[in-house]
């Protein structure tokens, strides 16, 4: 088959967990990109670096530099100007970053880039309770901003915010608990289940020499609070959270076949991006029609699969993102992926790490060394950000697409799916829709946090910190229990 010299392709993948809580050396974040920048480069055998000619990271949260790329490509001494670029932020942004890069190297724009991402969020918590800085790069004044890359989403509406609800640790529960009461299952059915999935994730993990926790652990272990597991939103154990007390930075190498073959990268290096999506759910999760599922997801998903003249039955290789359980059950359920097949090439964000953005780097590296050690076959990976609100779907092969890689933004579809109106100032009664209780560090129940339909179909928020109420909703399945809502959101069970 004579390929497009244009056509895209990765030729090398890098990681590093640096162990700084066993006495590694700390080290910023753009010095762990430049780590993980050495490590594809070697992996593809390329020995100089000359032929980047663009660097693109992922927006991060450990330290706020204001051109990254250009300082990754410094040390990593690329040695003449460069395009750099860094994404709009959200856990969709790796395979987002991929997307546009392969549409760009497609277009003749640039030849040879460098994706990578870092987070050094350990060290930067530690100098952060002191109330000190960290002595990492600062530039200097004047410097140009990188461009960014992506479309920032605003996420978080006024009448959830005005209740403090706006952490994903807040979140995800209640989609859990939705999700699972949709099922019809009780909270003791359900646990079980929640239990064996992570534990799968948990044995890839060991597994797995980058994982930051390479420790396999029973489903009991996973579902049960415990002094070193304790709850955080009902119902999930700390360790059903994404880690991002983490060190940790990937890299991946993409360029085009011409400069592949420039570069003598041997060919079962290769890795082809087939095809991608990129779409993003109702962004207020306020207004989406029910909080148990994702159907952007499943548009995004089918779209980029058909662009690559796939189903997902094709699929060998699947990396669906994993911050909370729920993710992944409602990826699964989107893409008809059954729980009990292999669903993850790290050991997910809890296990292997979430360093924030950048977790789906470290997944479309891992789906890279999967794929060369199975030549013909393909692999998936999703990646999300925010509330289940925006996603990013890559397809990959061994094997080069027929007609260049593809790229499908089913935005209009999603747009047009049913949503409901919000009353931030609603007082009267309302129907349980779901719910979590907030824990403290001291596994105890702080906050109970609600979303409710009122009886015309619109939807509320609401919140308590009534003890008694709190031991209600800790014991009993509470959806479909009618509530009352104070205009300022406090709410009450009704018997």
Known sequence: ???????????????????????????????????????ALEDASVTDASAIDSVRTVGLLSWRYTDPGSLVAERLGVGHPIDSGISAMGGNSPQMLLNQTALDIQAGEVSCVLLAGAESWRTRSKYRA??????????????EPAREIGTAVEMNHEAETALGIFLPIQVYPMFEQARRHHLGRTMDEHLPILGGLWSRFSEVAAKNPHAWIQEAMTPEEIVTPSPTNRMVGMPYTKVMNSNNAVEQSAAVLVCSVEVAERLGVPRDRWVFPLAGSDAHEHPYVSHRDTLYTAPAVGIAGRAALAEAGLTIDDI?????????????????????????????????????????????????????DALRDDPGSTGLVWA??????????????????????????????????????????HEGEATVETWTVMHGKDGQPEQGIVAMLLDDGRRAWGTTDDADTLATMVAEDIIERRVHRTAEGRVSLLD
């Open 316 to 368: 060998d290789h699947v990396d669906l993102y994993s911050c909370f359980p729920v993710a992944v059950q409602v990826g699964a359920d989107e893409l008809g992926l059954d729980l009990d097949r292999q669903l993850t090439l790290t050991g997910g964000l809890s296990f292997a790490g979430g360093p924030w953005n950048n977790y789906v780097m470290h997944s479309i590296a891992a789906t890279v």
């Open 130 to 143: 002191t109330g000190e800085n960290p002595p990492w790069t600062t530039e200097p004044e004047g410097t």
């Open 1 to 39: 088959m004579s390929l497009d010299p244009r056509t895209p392709v990765i030729i090398g993948v890098g990681q590093r967990s640096q162990r700084v809580d066993r006495g590694e050396p700390e080290l910023e974040p753009v010095d762990l990109m430049v780590v993980a920048g050495r490590a």
């Open 384 to 425: 999300n950000g925010g509330y289940l609100t925006k996603h990013a779907f890559g397809i990959y092969s061994t094997e080069p697409p027929a007609e260049g890689f593809r790229h499908a933004h089913p935005q209009d579809e999603i747009d047009a799916l049913p949503s409901r109106e919000v009353a931030p100032d």
